[in-house]
């Protein structure tokens, strides 16, 4: 008996939509839905996808992320002592160690990171070892490590709180052992502690929220296993604005149901970020 040989089956936000619309008795078999039934059923789908999230249900993903460790600005500040700087910025006279209004949030008294720190310069991009920006797609951190100087060396994940009440940050020759995925109006940081006083990179597993299907032939951006859970649940969403019969309402919303809660066997929490519930 021949196979294909192959294990790539997926279906486009095409297939999902004329399946679904088939379901409702919208259009029969062969048949193309017209422009406004495409649109409304593409809006409908977007918003059962997002209303998982109703359910529990945080659609994500690990995807490995690789970045750079930055190189932290060290200076020498208008008292002649070293300072490491704790935040990226533009200087300016207002973060001018120690003369300004708000140096010491963007700077720290501590021993010397480069081996012969400039003065502190206006004007100049500062940058802080500690902080590493995310995209904002990625929601959480399931697990991290260092990689410096050939060595790898696991870091483990705390909460923001946490990170806050370490009342030393920089320690000289010192690995760090922990990080923070801090998010604020859409940015991500990644907070490292202690600082890192060498150049390495930080591998994550980092939790990405899945793409919404926007074209006609996305894929979902979520396991195969969900198609027919999807599928149904927007059919059980159409019969309403199709104006079903309450017998067949009630048998796509079971159907629905029993394939969301096959598909939802596998959840996992992560937890680093307790907003986030896996779907698989």
């Known amino acids: 008996m021949a196979t294909s040989g192959t294990q790539t089956f997926n279906s486009t936000l095409s297939d999902i939509i004329y399946r679904a619309l088939r379901m409702v008795g919208a259009i029969g078999q062969g048949d193309t839905p017209n422009g406004n039934q495409f649109t409304e059923a593409k809006q409908a789908l977007n918003v059962v996808v997002k209303g998982l999230q109703v359910e529990g249900i ?54 010397t990171i480069s081996t012969t720190p400039p003065a502190w310069g206006s004007g ?41 009440l370490f009342d030393q940050k920089y320690y000289p020759t010192t690995i760090p052992t922990h990080l923070v995925l801090d998010g604020k109006n859409g940015a991500q940081k990644v907070f490292i502690y202690p600082y890192p006083t060498s150049s390495g990179n930080l591998y994550f597993q980092a939790v990405k929220l899945f793409d919404d299907m926007t074209n006609n032939d996305d894929n979902l951006d979520f396991p195969v296993v969900w198609i027919q859970a999807v599928t149904y649940l927007l059919a059980a969403e159409l019969a309403n604005e199709y104006a079903l019969d309450l017998n ?21 929490p992560i937890i680093t970020a307790p ?4 779907c698989y």
Request: glycine share 10%.
């Open 58 to 111: 945080r659609m994500w993903e690990l995807e490995q992320v690789v970045t750079a460790i930055p190189s932290g600005s060290n200076v020498i500040g208008s008292d002649g002592n070293s300072y490491y700087c704790t935040a990226p910025h533009t200087s300016a006279a207002g973060n001018a160690p120690v003369t300004g209004a708000s140096w010491d949030q963007y700077w720290k008294l501590g021993t």
């Open 124 to 164: 100049n991009a500062y940058t802080a070892s500690c902080e590493v920006s995310l995209d904002a797609k990625y929601v959480g951190i399931d697990t991290a490590f260092l990689r410096q100087d050939g060595y790898d060396y696991s870091l483990a994940i705390i909460n923001k709180r946490d990170y806050d």
């Open 248 to 268: 067949e309402r009630g048998f796509l919303t079971n159907k629905a149901s029993g394939f969301l809660e096959k598909a939802k066997g596998n959840n996992r």
């Open 275 to 278: 907003y986030v519930t896996g």
